[in-house]
């Protein structure tokens, strides 16, 4: 995949390879893992695993009992990640996830102020129902986010490598939720939806978590392991044809813009910005991986479209008015952008 002179950053051309391997023989056996605990729901976990190769924070929207808070920490026990669960309620304040000083009097009398870690000094933290809790708490994730840091008392803390926030939304139509600022929504790498089963695996649940308890999930990967895929992910190649699509999909998303169609200059009050192609193509490098490819193609920007557009592009009152949902919107782009220019 790579050459001596586009390595990845500290692994040998021979590490690069087995790591490569590694991705395309970690699909099964992952899988494998997570159906002790869970049943169908292969396109989430497909999304989630390649947020978690691609290195990104992930958001999952879904009605309660959908077994999200279950996914999210199945899958921590998979990778070996050190994992905190913080459960966002209305009266959550921002020290509650970042930790807070303390004052503490040491031998001799003397008083000094000590820092008391958070839940956010994790590998994976779990935001369950972040959007329960009101802005001012959602937003102390933000540093945390973009930067794997927090800043308290004028103080930085470096958070522990490698760092995600997986958070669970309820629908924002249900009592009691905030909706999230769009700020803190554009730094997730996706937005995805978990619906209920199908009938027969829904019995199949019903079957199983009534019986004997699942055999315990193996741990298959560490944090090293996971870094090493994040740097392999990067390295892979996509060429400018199907980059320049991933760019004018998201491009075309945007109203009342040079060549945006009439469609979306009606329907859509904003569109998605400069982060929602780099995750169409980022994503789309760690897709390939799993399916065993060293290229990105125009089928991995298409299957991606969705769970990186729906929070980033905010339907008109009209559009909302007529039935018609963001989800609409990016099925008519998608047959609207051209894969190749003319």
Known sequence: MSTDSNKSPGLSEAEEQQTVQQIRESRKQIRAELSKVIVGQEEVIEQLLISLMAGGHCLITGAPGLAKTLLVSSVAQVFHLNFQRIQFTPDLMPADITGTEILEQEEGGHRVMKFVKGPIFANVVLADEINRTPPKTQAALLEAMQEHQITVAGHRYPLEEPFFVLATQN???????????????????????????????????????????????KALFSGDDVQRFHAVVRRVPISEQVADYAVRLVAA??????????????????????????????????????????????????????????????????????????????SRLLETVPRDMP
Do not use: C
């Open 253 to 330: 998303s945007r109203p009342n813009r040079e060549g945006t169609p009439d469609f979306v200059n009606e329907m859509v009050s904003w569109g998605a910005g400069l982060r929602a192609a780099q995750t169409l193509v980022l994503g789309g490098k760690a897709r390939a991986l799993l399916a065993g490819r060293v290229h990105v193609s125009f089928d991995d920007i298409v299957a991606l479209a969705a769970p990186t557009l729906r929070h980033r592009v905010l339907i008109s009152y009209k559009a909302e008015a007529e039935g018609i949902s963001v989800e609409d919107v990016i």
């Open 171 to 217: 629908p924002i139509e249900m009592e009691g939720t905030y909706p999230l600022p769009e700020a803190q929504l554009d730094r997730f790498l996706f937005n995805i939806l978990i619906d209920y089963l199908p009938r027969e695996q829904e019995r199949a649940v019903v079957m199983q978590t009534t019986a004997d308890k699942p055999e315990p999930i």
